[in-house]
């Protein structure tokens, strides 16, 4: 799973990259059309998901590594997934409007 | 008296010895809780630019003034390391690159080539 969302991550980035080579500096219209392309949309939801499991994974992993109470972790883990969880539903909220 | 040199206590710093694969893989670590910490700053900015034509030159205004500036180049450091020595682990895994000489050798470059990209983000955000 770590390793299928960071192809995933890694793909869209070095699109990303290239995108931003080719229009460095997009007007209001131009950035609006890109991210609301329904194609571009999609995929950009797909990222954020791939960057919840990726990040859920390695923050869970660090947080195994260097915190050792148990309670604490249990703190740490559930503030971490809150994050995540309100992360991704407000970036999801924001890729459904901007398609609208 | 028996254990009391069984754990060994040499903590000075400046003298153990840490290799360079060792850097790229903590900054791993690193550069992936720093963009943790960045996720809800990225997302509040790309909400704001898609809020009408004020709200993305308001967005545009933020990532020029100078803490978003410093802040955004982190990331972007956080970015470019995190996938490349993402890469790089994945290729190790794979079996190319595992021997110590290419190991360190794609290490440095990995930890070069992070800095260089957050160097020219940092210009392009000028």
């Known amino acids: 799973m770590q390793r299928f969302s960071a192809v995933y991550l890694g793909v869209f980035l070095l699109y990303l990259v290239t995108h931003f080579i080719r229009h460095p500096q997009p007007t209001y219209q131009q950035w609006h059309a890109w991210i609301s392309h329904p194609v571009m949309n999609i995929a950009s939801a797909t990222f954020i998901i791939a960057v919840l499991v990726h990040g859920w994974v390695g923050m869970r992993d660090v947080v195994l590594d260097y915190v050792h109470s148990l309670r604490l972790r249990l703190l740490v883990l559930a503030l971490i997934a809150l994050v995540f969880i309100a992360c991704g539903l407000w970036a999801l909220q924001v890729l459904l409007v901007a398609a609208r | ?105 794609s290490a440095w470059l990995v930890n070069i080539v992070g800095v260089a990209m957050a160097l020219i983000y940092l210009w392009w955000v000028l």
């Open chain 2, 1 to 105: 008296m028996a254990n009391q040199h069984a754990a060994p206590v040499f903590l000075n710093l400046l003298r153990i010895r840490f290799p360079v694969g060792a850097v790229t893989s903590i900054a791993h670590r690193i550069s992936g809780v720093l963009m943790f910490l960045g996720l809800p700053l990225l997302i509040y900015l790309l909400d704001l630019s898609l809020q009408g034509p004020a709200g993305f030159e308001r967005a545009v205004e933020y990532l020029q003034c100078t803490s978003l500036r410093v802040a955004s180049t982190v990331i972007a450091w956080s970015l470019f390391h995190h996938l490349f020595s993402g890469i790089r682990f994945l290729l190790i895994d794979t079996g190319s690159g595992v021997n110590l000489q290419q190991a360190r050798r």
